[in-house]
């Protein structure tokens, strides 16, 4: 019944009394409010409810803790910290133990009066409206009536109306729009004020003269209070049933978070109101890749239909395959000893697979993707912009709380400098640690790729093992008799699928042992303020996810199969002590085993990336609430709902842009081998959208609200990527496809002189005699046959197919670098019409202000004694106002 949870009713007025007799300061100026709260039991509020117990007063933030039995010091730090709180004008309201599920947690709310917040708006100089915006909308689109499918009501796309803002001033405040007070700061500017409060609120007596004891993270880290969270305004299935709330977290998961709104348009403008700029900005960036990704999966599927549709053109698969040809070819072994001489034509199936990836349309996709990155990246630089100006991110500069010192850093450093700009003293860290703590650092994460670099090794030195035992096995194996797959079971497919499941798997075991250490070393470095902690980890844990999915791409792409010599004289891996020979590429070329690895890789983390961000918070927050799902739902109030849930982390957006750059990094750096990678990446972020927006919902806290006006340091990572992605399709196309050897066969040494195919095959090969078989042997390179002069060396052919690669790479390179850059010089960064939108909202604020200044001095003026003066006031005699204004203008 109602009372297994609360007990009895009546004790509640006499706990809540003893609570705040026995926290001194806690609550100063709400004694008034004791005998009106005792009287109030907890079932009469509603459990959506986000404000004290009078129903007034606004939950801005909570936080939370547990008494342990030595908690002396702890219940002294957070007698002064709430103490201080509440000397700088924060109202608080305790919920005590007995009235939490747990029966161990204590909740203190926290709300912020107008004075504070109008002292905190004008320090952290947060842009609110003063007057409605007056430029007309020319963004109507011709057939806009076609996107009416994908449209959200204008309500949920444009919750709040257009305005221009300027910085607040509080002793200006009769100059903004103000209607309500209690309304005018919206509920995420609230949570960031108060926030910016703790951070900087001291939990050590001013007698005891440590400076540094101060902010709620330092708090929650020596586990002072367990969690600090804003409250969500209500639960996210149904309406807030308060009408002075918004019911902002309802309608965001019900027309953003549902899997069936994927082809909706995302409530960008919600998202920022709700979440902050930072998030905000995240998903915008995220919806903008995912719609550009819509024409290069577009494209890439019309190359890969190309290959389908020039299936039965392809002249040199009917070679491999013909028993007059391919038949009649016997090729050396690829292994030693195990390996057995074989008919070319056995790799019949290989070669018609390598062809829907390897023709003409591969060159045309990689060139096209070169220029796609740069109008990707240019149109990200003008959206970034228009939405910089919309969300008055335009004067923005790193907010103070990212460039305060980090708490750590100012546990850990002992030596103390003055600050020429504070003219304080502050902590240090000495150059002689700094040097010696980042050579540490770079030691590891040198370690840690060379590990990576050695378990690639051993995943290769498996290929070349395995590889032998294969061929043996599948001779007579009954795998052939399979009247679908069995043609395709082949000793090259069955080594590269189990070498690439296996690669998979090490690249997840290691990236989750990385994880920690890359965290531990940068904790280890201690980073003077939160930016950079991140722009450092940032950094780690790209490099090595880089090198950690990567590699093995790299490896098939540039090292398979240019480094095997020729019978008699074969390389092998660790020299022929080793008896692992280097592998061989097929006949039709190495491009499909480097698909098979791409997909395995790419499909793999993404399958497995979405399943751990959507399973792992669910289970974790069906334990979390096991207790309170057995009380009356009615009890459970908002505060331990939201404290039940998880939080979101200071990294929590660095995991997610991180996913998104290893993704951009496969369909652009491998994307000549598998142009359908843009659209297995466009049907991952359908889901991945709507997975983060429904663990936003439903899984977090609310996190705190917190400004960006960029993507920050992955916008310097993509640039970087888009130019190595040139480079890299570049020596793909030459190099891994058989593209440019065709081309020179078909143009210089077909022997007809016909522009065909005819004869390639038996060209590409090379002969070696073995005088135990009447039928010359034939391997995979442009070498002279025996009996030359020059045996088994290169012939001219193979150095004009040389030069040809080189050729077409320095030709492609300059073609695509030279279209970058004359598309990113003709698109400008800024789009115009914003432009002039900044420029008016700057000619406005001065003007207005200028009035506003000349009013209120008249008003001043006209109440002092006309006695004094009866001249006509006027602020500028000297100025007109075209003057004043030329500098904005």
């Not at 902050?276 to 494209?299: D, H, P, Q, R, S």
């Not at 190309?306 to 299936?311: D, I, P, Q, R």
């Not at 970087?720 to 190099?735: D, E, K, R, Y």
Request: hydrophobic share 40%; glycine share 4%; net charge neutral.
């Amino acid at each position: 019944s109602m009372t297994g949870k609360w007990g009895f009713m009546g004790e509640y007025s006499v706990q809540v009394s003893e609570l705040f007799d026995s926290h001194q300061g806690r609550n100063q100026g709400s004694e008034t409010d004791s005998t009106f709260r005792a009287g109030i039991q907890k079932q009469q509020q509603s459990k959506d409810s986000v404000f004290f117990r009078d129903g007034v007063r606004r939950i801005d933030f909570v936080l939370s803790y547990v008494d342990d039995k030595d908690g002396e010091r702890k219940q002294e730090r957070r007698r002064v910290f709430e103490a201080n709180l509440v000397k700088v004008g924060l109202e608080l309201e305790i919920e005590d133990k007995s009235e939490s599920d747990d029966r161990k947690t204590y909740f203190v709310k926290i709300h912020a009066p107008w004075e504070v917040l109008a002292t905190y708006a004008d320090v952290l100089k947060i842009k609110v409206p003063f007057k409605a915006n007056d430029i007309p909308d020319n963004s109507e689109m011709p057939m806009n009536w076609l996107s009416t499918p994908f449209r959200l009501p204008e309500p949920i796309m444009q919750p709040e109306p257009d305005f221009f803002t300027a910085p607040f001033n509080k002793s200006k405040s009769d100059f903004f729009l103000i209607e309500d007070r209690d309304k005018f700061f919206l509920p995420s500017t609230r949570n960031r004020i108060v926030y910016y409060i703790l951070s900087r609120c001291s939990y050590i007596r001013d007698e005891c003269g440590e400076r540094d004891k101060k902010g709620i993270k330092r708090l929650l880290n020596n586990s002072t209070y367990t969690a600090a969270f804003p409250l969500h305004d209500s639960r996210y299935w149904t309406k807030s049933k308060d009408v002075n709330c918004d019911s902002d977290r309802y309608n965001l998961y019900k027309y953003w978070a549902g899997f069936f709104s994927f082809f909706k348009e995302q409530p960008l403008n919600l998202i920022r109101k709700y979440y902050g700029e930072k998030i905000g900005l995240y998903f915008a960036w995220l919806g903008f890749y995912t719609e550009m990704l819509f024409f290069a999966a577009v494209v890439g599927t019309l190359c890969f239909v190309y290959g389908v549709l020039t299936y039965d053109d392809n002249e040199w698969s009917k070679e491999i395959c013909s028993d007059e040809i391919g038949g009649n070819i016997v090729m050396c072994p690829l292994c030693d000893k195990k390996c057995g001489f074989w008919k070319l034509n056995t790799t019949c199936n290989s070669s018609w697979q390598s062809h829907l990836f390897d023709n003409v349309g591969t060159v045309f996709f990689a060139i096209f993707m070169g220029i796609w990155v740069t109008l990707f990246l240019e149109f990200w630089k003008r959206r970034q912009a228009r939405l910089e100006y919309e969300w008055d991110l335009v004067d923005f500069e790193e907010e103070q709380q990212q460039l305060q010192l980090r708490p750590e850093y100012e546990t850990k450093c002992n030596s103390r400098k003055l600050n020429r700009i504070t003219q304080e003293m502050e902590p240090y860290l000495p150059i002689t640690s700094k040097c010696a703590r980042i050579c540490l650092s770079g030691a590891t994460v040198l370690l840690w790729i060379s590990l990576i670099i050695a378990c690639i090794i051993g995943v290769i030195a498996y290929r070349l093992a395995v590889y032998a035992a294969f061929a043996s096995i599948m001779k007579d194996s009954p795998t052939s008799n399979l009247e679908v797959v069995g043609p395709y079971i082949t000793p090259q497919l069955a080594t590269s699928v189990t070498a690439s499941c296996i690669n998979f798997v090490i690249i997840m075991i290691l990236n989750l042992m990385y994880e920690r250490v890359a965290v531990w070393i940068t904790d280890m470095e201690i980073p003077k303020t939160h930016l950079e902690y991140e722009n450092k980890l940032t950094v780690k844990m790209f490099l090595f996810q880089f090198v950690n999915y990567y590699s093995s791409c790299f490896y098939v792409a540039f090292f398979k199969g240019k480094f095997v010599g020729y019978p008699g004289d074969y390389a092998y891996m660790f020299g022929k002590w080793s008896k692992l020979r280097n592998e061989e590429c097929d006949p039709g070329g190495c491009l499909i085993e480097l698909t098979t690895q791409l997909v395995i890789v790419m499909t793999g983390k993404q399958v497995w990336g979405n399943i751990q961000e959507a399973l792992v918070p669910w289970l974790m927050n069906w334990w979390a609430s096991r207790k309170a799902r057995s009380y009356p739902e009615s009890l459970y109030s908002r505060w331990e709902q939201d404290h039940d849930l998880q939080g979101f982390g200071q990294l929590g957006l660095f995991y997610e842009y991180l996913e998104m750059v290893i993704q951009f990094g496969f369909i652009t750096l491998f994307v000549a081998s598998f142009p359908l990678a843009p659209l297995l990446a466009l049907f991952n972020n359908i889901i991945e959208i709507r997975v983060d927006a429904w663990k936003l919902t439903t899984q977090f806290r609310r996190p705190v609200a917190a400004k960006a006006h960029c993507i920050g340091a992955w916008e310097e990572i993509l640039n970087g990527m888009a130019v190595l992605s040139v480079v890299t399709n570049a020596f793909i196309v030459a190099f891994t496809s058989d593209m440019i050897p065709r081309l020179v066969y078909m143009y210089a040494y077909q022997p007809e002189g016909e522009m065909n195919m005819k004869g390639y095959i038996n060209n590409s090969l090379s002969v070696f005699n073995i005088s135990e078989i009447p039928l010359p042997n034939r391997y995979r390179d442009y070498r002279n046959p025996p009996g030359h002069e020059n045996q088994y060396s290169h012939t001219m052919q193979f150095w004009h197919i040389l030069a040809a690669k080189l050729a077409f790479i320095i030709i492609m390179e300059h073609v695509v670098f030279l279209v970058k850059y004359f598309v990113a010089w003709m698109i400008p960064d800024v789009p115009s019409d914003v432009k002039a939108r900044v420029k008016r909202e700057r000619y406005l604020v001065q003007e207005y202000l200028h009035n506003y200044e000349v009013e209120k001095l008249k008003i001043q003026l006209s109440q002092q004694s006309h006695s004094e003066c009866t001249c006509t006031p006027m602020i500028y005699p000297s100025l007109t106002k075209h003057e004043v204004l030329s500098e904005c203008l």
